[in-house]
């Protein structure tokens, strides 16, 4: 079975169970952290990648590192994986529950992309006015992107709203083209 399929069961399971225990928001903040840890860490990349070393140990590991720092799902969920041989799919993991969350609690991620920092009062109006689009709530996180020159970017799932400088001008160059063309 392929990994994103193992992932995606992995993050519908854990969903049920923190849904059950009320705790869907605080799963998906931990979750995130322990990928964090996990990614800032290069040693301990490498000692949980490492095939010669025993699921034992890493778990020994992992719980020195998160048991009691993270809701029960998390660490158990951690430990299955462990347990298992799948440390490799923990990224799409946290990938799916995010998706699965979201969609469950009428919520979206939006990543906008900016060449300048953005007030909290300028992120509060794209996520208003996405939102109206969306129909769901809207999260926002930000990415400075110093290429674009001016405006903004703006990725949901898979849709990117493209309002930057950059953007504007290609599509003018496309009609342009397009106009010379007839």
């Given at each position: 079975?392929?990994?994103?399929?193992v992932?995606?069961?992995?993050?519908?399971?854990?969903?049920?169970?923190?849904?059950?225990r009320?705790?869907?928001?605080?799963?998906?903040?931990?979750?995130?952290?322990?990928?964090?840890?996990?990614?800032?860490n290069?040693?301990?990349?490498?000692?949980?990648?490492?095939?010669?070393?025993?699921?034992?140990?890493?778990?020994?590991?992992l719980?020195?590192?998160?048991?009691?720092?993270v809701?029960?799902?998390?660490?158990?969920?951690?430990?299955i994986?462990?347990d298992?041989?799948r440390?490799?799919?923990?990224?799409a993991?946290v990938?799916?529950?995010?998706?699965?969350?979201?969609?469950?609690?009428?919520?979206?991620?939006?990543?906008?992309?900016?060449?300048?920092?953005l007030?909290?009062?300028?992120?509060?109006?794209?996520?208003?006015?996405?939102?109206?689009?969306?129909?769901?709530?809207i999260?926002?996180?930000?990415?400075?992107?110093p290429?674009?020159?001016?405006?903004?970017?703006?990725?949901?799932g898979?849709?990117?709203?493209?309002?930057?400088?950059?953007?504007?001008?290609?599509?003018?160059?496309?009609?342009?083209?397009?106009?010379?063309?007839?």
């Amino acid at each position: 079975m392929s990994d994103i399929v193992v992932a995606k069961r992995y993050a519908r399971a854990l969903f049920e169970v923190a849904q059950e225990r009320n705790i869907v928001s605080q799963v998906e903040e931990e979750l995130k952290s322990v990928v964090s840890a996990i990614r800032d860490n290069a040693d301990l990349q490498k000692f949980l990648n490492h095939p010669s070393i025993g699921a034992s140990v890493k778990t020994d590991l992992l719980k020195q590192i998160f048991e009691g720092k993270v809701a029960e799902p998390v660490w158990n969920t951690l430990r299955i994986l462990i347990d298992r041989g799948r440390e490799a799919i923990i990224q799409a993991l946290v990938t799916d529950y995010e998706k699965i969350a979201n969609e469950a609690l009428g919520q979206a991620t939006a990543t906008v992309y900016t060449p300048t920092a953005l007030s909290d009062a300028q992120l509060a109006d794209i996520a208003a006015h996405f939102s109206k689009i969306t129909g769901k709530t809207i999260r926002t996180s930000v990415v400075i992107e110093p290429s674009l020159l001016g405006g903004i970017q703006v990725r949901i799932g898979d849709r990117l709203y493209d309002g930057s400088l950059a953007g504007r001008l290609n599509r003018l160059a496309k009609s342009l083209n397009q106009a010379q063309a007839l």
